[in-house]
């Protein structure tokens, strides 16, 4: 089979391409326009591998993407190419407008014209799996779970472009909780704590801390997405979820006390945490009710928050390289989305 696999460069992107290469004999083709969270160094372990193949290209380009498409010939189209930092939808929501909504229109065009002229087999075989976000439901309070049926609700700029992009699908959608694991971009909340802590920075939490994630493995995440684009229903939405709620402020201690084991400093890192100002609209809690995946197509996390965030940590302190160049572009671990005002 082949497969076109739009942002894998980023973080959710490349570790798909990783398992995939690993773990099946698809081809691969990498759509990628390598805007800042890009970075091909994620992939360097399936490079030279004869079944990946890069292509530096926008999905907003209908010309390109038509041509790639007619050139390429792929079974099957994993949609990820996005702007995902909300903080950075607040400060510029454009690129969120023209990526997410108008990118993935444009993807789609393109898709439903390459598909038109299949033959009949290679139609009812084709798939398109759009991967989205819980952040489309908005809040919840302190009870309950999002599920398929949960209403949309979006409080940023980054989960209303999302919400727009599901809206456009007619095809497969899932939505999952947030994911971590090695290769995440810095300005996401885990690799941003490591980075600085070890830096010998604050470690800013938001509000008073009791925002609620549900935190997912990023391989344990990718195995679900191969796993619902293999067997997954048409027109259908799955969500996916860790079972893994914390705190952000639990969090931040949990990643604190694995540093002092694993890299101590003089002091205790929790001495380093500081409470800032809320970021606007946060939403409250997060959690995913994924019993739909576990039901029909037998899908559970298998990688537990304790011990993925202990492989996450290491990975991040054994691959300072990896971080130094990410952080050698534009981004320096500064506060974004507050409209004023950095970490310091």
Not at 6 to 31: E, H, K, M, P, Q
Not at 65 to 73: F, G, I, N, W, Y
Not at 179 to 190: D, R, S, V
Not at 260 to 283: T, W, Y
């Amino acid at each position: 089979m082949r497969v076109l696999v739009t942002g894998g460069a980023g973080f959710i992107g490349s570790a798909l391409i990783r398992y995939i290469i690993s773990n099946t004999d698809w081809r691969v083709i990498n759509l990628d326009k390598l805007t800042y969270a890009a970075n091909l160094d994620s992939l360097a372990e399936v490079a030279t591998n004869p079944r990946y193949k890069f292509v530096r290209l926008d999905i907003g380009d209908q010309e390109g993407v038509s041509a790639l498409l007619a050139r390429e010939q792929p079974d099957a189209i994993m949609h990820l190419a996005a702007e995902t930092h909300v903080d950075r939808s607040i400060d510029g929501p454009a690129s969120f407008v023209e990526t997410n909504i108008v990118g993935t229109y444009v993807l789609l065009r393109c898709a439903l014209s390459y598909w038109l002229q299949l033959e009949s087999r290679r139609r009812d075989f084709f798939r398109f799996l759009h991967i989205s976000t819980d952040e489309v439901f908005g809040s919840l309070g302190a009870e309950g779970r999002f599920t398929e049926e949960s209403q949309y609700r979006p409080n940023s700029p980054y989960a209303a472009s999302k919400a727009s992009a599901d809206h456009l699908v007619p095809t497969i959608i899932t939505n999952c909780s947030n994911n971590y694991g090695p290769y995440q971009f810095p300005e996401k909340l885990i690799p941003l704590i490591v980075t600085r802590a070890i830096a010998g920075k604050s470690l800013p939490v938001y509000g008073d801390g009791s925002n609620v994630r549900d935190w997912l493995y990023v391989e344990d995440h990718v195995r679900a997405l191969v796993h619902v684009l293999e067997n997954g229903s048409v027109g259908d939405i799955y969500a996916i979820g860790g079972n893994a709620e914390r705190k952000n402020i639990e969090l931040v201690r949990m990643v604190c006390r694995l540093l002092d084991e694993l890299s101590p400093a003089h002091d205790p890192f929790e001495k380093q945490i500081e409470l800032v100002k809320d970021r606007p609209g946060h939403d409250r809690r997060y959690a995913i009710d994924a019993s739909k995946l576990r039901d029909k197509l037998g899908w559970v996390p298998e990688v537990t928050f304790e011990i993925g965030l202990r492989k996450t940590v290491r990975w991040y302190l054994e691959n300072s390289q990896w971080i130094d160049r990410v952080l050698s572009g534009t981004y320096r671990g500064e506060r974004l989305g507050a409209g004023q005002g950095a970490f310091p």
